[in-house]
């Protein structure tokens, strides 16, 4: 018989509920005041409660943020979305990430189903790069993770220097189609403009339909307008100045000379883009025609197509995006529009836009943020979320 010291006591045998819990039981899911509807739904699929996290503002509207359960050694997420109320957003976000970074925690994952500023990712006139900018506040507030989902462009996931995991919404939408949209096989995918070709393409050969795109604008474009940076042309002194100076720099040669042209009015201008009026590529004639983009906010670029493809004979009109943000009187406008749904997930609360227009319709993507945050926390592989995913989508 095998002797035991005295006082010495065997571990208890851990039973096989307290291991299947062992993996969420250092899981803190937190969420600021944009979207706590989503949050319940995240934390009620993954079958844990939602942590005690106050955020407030004082009568001076500085945001104060409360965290009542203990985050040290854990490893938290962070649920916070982009709303029309972006800044207030951001900041309750970067305080909620600080205070977990100041209190011991493991990881600090920001899950942001919309990325707020995500459209000013491009220079523009004498302006910045915002979208950089918020992601360098991110990665210094002490975020080490990011969900999102369908960012405006990819290429903004490199601005941050932590992992970004980009979803996508495209299967539910997908779905959607095929389940709820009558006769869909009588459907063509259409890009309100030349910029959603790619997305609209992608759609239309995973439903195997067909495809059209909407060239011209009724509106100059963010690449189209006027920037400030435009100069005036060089005067006439200047520029037989810069026409001498250019002809002592080279060798007087022959060969030289044959080779060189020169300009007599100076820098060239740059030539007016001019756009054609709005015109269809593409047959919709007796057709259902669906419209996808990742983002509706200003919908006057949607009605105006709806209304030519009404014109080109398109039988039902449907609108599918990610995130629908809907400023201003977007829901007035879609409901007298010949739009017959508008179709968006629920990364943004759209409930009081909802009530204003009976055609919007919403798709719960509550349990892709889940699986995500299951297999992040679990160490396991992200590529089952990005499966079939393509350069396009």
Known sequence: MSKRRLGSVRPPKRCRSDMDNTSTSDIVIINGNSHPDLANMVAERMGIKNGGCSVFHKSNRETIVEISDSVRGKDIYIIQTGTKDANNNIMELLIMAYACKTSSARSIVGVIPYLPYSKQCKMRKRGCIVSKLLAKMMCTSGLTHIITMDLHQKEIQGFFDIPVDNLRASPFLLQYIQESIPDYRNSVIVARNPGVAKKANSYAERLRLGLAVIHGEQKETDADEVDGRYSPPPTSAYSNLLGNSVEMCLPATPSTRQRTTSVSVGVP??????????????????????????????????????????????CKIYVLATHGLLSSDAPRQLDESPIDEIVVTNTIPHEIQKLQCHKIKTIDISILIAEAIRRIHNKESMSYLFRNVTLED
């Open 269 to 314: 201008e740059h030539i007016v883009k001019v756009k054609p009026p709005l015109t269809i590529v593409g047959d919709v004639s007796g057709r259902i025609a669906i419209m996808v983009d990742d983002l509706i906010d200003d919908v006057q670029a949607f009605v105006a197509a709806a209304e030519m493809l009404k014109e080109h004979g398109a």
